[in-house]
């Protein structure tokens, strides 16, 4: 090979390496948020129960359970009727009361304090062919305590609804993938014994039934 062929074939190679380093370095920047359109009917003041809830924090668990006719977890606010646009996720109401009843640790007893409401509702993806969109209840602060531990839970709590049986399905296994990352974060540790750290991810899990049969479409 000649040295102009040579230097040729360098140049093209380089060309090359640098288009695809340009294009990897660019990839990040033209990716975008979807926009989303949700439409909700049959929507209003709602009250949403559920039978369990499990918060769990590697191998701490804090599970509230229903009681006689007191629900495990009880929420309202209300989630109107209209269309509601913009960049996911996109809020279509809020959840303006929030209450944890009969809730035991690993040392017993556990009380919680709900801080910070209304929390926002809001959509983040498109409805699939089940009827199951998802979405996220976000601005969450909940201080829980029991003995010798006591931490604050703040964030976005993942989930679902299903329209055909008008539930919030509260967990990180969605059927969707969603555009925005919600996560429950841990801080202002006491106690605990290190068992339970600030900046710690727990999870969150429960199934709420609404008393309004209310639809989500999201395109």
């Known amino acids: 090979m000649t040295i102009g062929k040579r230097a040729v074939t360098v140049l093209s190679t380089a060309t090359a390496a640098a288009a695809v380093v340009i294009g990897l370095g660019v990839a990040p920047a033209m990716a975008s948020t979807p926009s989303l359109t949700a439409k909700v009917t049959g929507g209003g003041s709602y009250t949403a129960t559920t039978p369990k809830t499990v918060l769990t924090d590697g191998p701490v668990s804090v599970t509230c359970s229903s009681k006689g006719k007191t629900p495990a977890s009880k929420a309202s606010g209300s989630i109107p009727s209209g269309t509601h646009h913009g960049k996911a996720p996109v809020k279509v109401g809020t959840a303006a009361k929030l209450a944890f009843n009969n809730c035991s640790g690993p040392l017993g007893k556990v009380t919680t304090k709900i801080e910070s409401t209304p929390y926002s509702v809001s959509v983040d993806s498109k409805t699939n062919s089940k009827g199951q969109t998802d979405g996220l209840i976000s601005g969450v602060k909940v201080a829980v305590s029991m003995t010798g531990c006591a931490f604050t839970v703040t964030g976005s709590a993942p989930g679902y609804y299903t329209?055909?049986?008008?539930?919030?399905?509260?967990?990180?296994?969605?059927?969707?993938?969603?555009?925005?990352?919600?996560?429950?974060?841990?801080?202002?540790?006491?106690?605990?014994?290190?068992i339970v750290k600030n900046g710690d991810h727990p999870s969150y899990t429960g199934t709420y039934t609404l008393n309004r049969k209310g639809t989500v479409k999201v395109s």
Not at 164 to 187: D, E, N, R, W
Request: charged letters at 15%; a positive charge.
């Open 163 to 194: 329209n055909g049986k008008h539930t919030l399905s509260m967990t990180s296994k969605l059927p969707i993938k969603t555009s925005t990352k919600a996560q429950l974060t841990v801080s202002g540790v006491k106690g605990c014994a290190g």
